[in-house]
Nanobody, 114 residues
Framework: EVQLVESGGGLVQAGGSLRLSCAAS????????MYWVRQKGLGLEWLSSI???????EYSRSVSGRFTISRDNAKNTLYLQMNTLKTEDTSVYYC????????RGQGTQVTVSS
C-alpha cells in the first residue's frame, strides 16, 4: 500500500523559507518519478516533478526559481525547499506519485503571512 507522509509545514513570514519532507513507503520509491502538488481552490496545482535518480527536475512557472525539489532514495524521502515565500503560496502541500496528485499523502499546511 502506498503511504506518503508530509511534514515541515508551518507559519512563516513572506520572504522566508521552509523545507517540506515526504516519507514514502509501500512502493518502489527509488525507481519512481515523484511530485509535489498543492491545493488550489477545489483542485490541485502541480508544482514540481523529479525523476527516479534526481537528475531531472521540472517546475511550474509559479514556483520556478524559488522552490527546489530533491530526493534521498536511501531514506525514501522527497523534499521541497521553498524560498522567497509569498502570501499566495499559502496552501496545503502534498507529495504524490502522479502529477495529478491522485495518490497523495495527508498534506502539510503552509501559511505565509504578510
Amino acid at each position: 500500500e502506498v503511504q506518503l507522509v508530509e511534514s515541515g509545514g508551518g507559519l512563516v513570514q513572506a520572504g522566508g523559507s521552509l523545507r517540506l519532507s515526504c516519507a514514502a513507503s509501500g512502493f518502489a520509491f527509488s525507481s519512481s518519478w515523484m511530485y509535489w502538488v498543492r491545493q488550489k481552490g477545489l483542485g490541485l496545482e502541480w508544482l514540481s516533478s523529479i525523476n527516479a535518480d534526481g537528475g531531472t527536475t521540472e517546475y511550474s512557472r509559479s514556483v520556478s526559481g524559488r522552490f527546489t525539489i530533491s530526493r534521498d532514495n536511501a531514506k525514501n524521502t522527497l523534499y521541497l525547499q521553498m524560498n522567497t515565500l509569498k502570501t499566495e503560496d499559502t496552501s496545503v502541500y502534498y507529495c504524490a506519485t502522479s502529477p495529478a496528485g491522485t495518490k497523495r499523502g495527508q498534506g502539510t499546511q503552509v501559511t505565509v503571512s504578510s
